[in-house]
C-alpha cells in the first residue's frame, strides 16, 4: 500500500513520488474531513460542530461541509487514478472517521462511504 505525503489526505495523491506500475500496489489514502469536527482534540467543544453545516477547512477556503462538498474532497484520489490510468479497484481509503462520540459521526461517515462505492474504491 502506497500513500502520498501530506499525512496521506484525500488530495496528497497529486504530491505523490512517480506512479507504481504493479498489479499488486494500493493507492491509499485517508480522510477525517471535515478535521475541525472529527478530531479528538476538538471533539469537546461546547457546541460541537454539525454535519452537514460545519464551517471548516477545504483547501485554502472555508466551506459548509455537506455531501456534495465532501464528494468534492474524496474525488482528488480518483482524479487522480483516472489520469494515470489507475483503475478505481486498487484505491484504498487507509483510514478513515472520526471520534464516536460526535454527534453527527452517522451522518458524515455515510456520506464518506457512499461516496467512496460511488467512486468503486476501497
Known sequence: MV???????????SYCAPLLRDDRVLNAFHTYEP????????????????????????????VTWNQAVMHRFLAGPFDWATAKAVPANPMVTGELGCV??????????????????GYGGH
Open 35 to 62: 478535521y475541525e469536527a472529527t478530531s479528538s482534540p476538538k471533539i469537546n467543544r461546547k457546541p460541537q460542530l454539525r454535519y452537514p453545516g460545519a464551517q471548516a477547512w477545504l483547501g485554502r477556503n472555508k
Open 100 to 117: 464516536w462520540k460526535w454527534v453527527d459521526f452517522d451522518a458524515c461517515l455515510e456520506d464518506v462511504l457512499s461516496t467512496l462505492d
Open 3 to 13: 500513500d502520498g505525503g501530506w499525512h496521506a489526505n484525500a488530495w496528497s495523491d
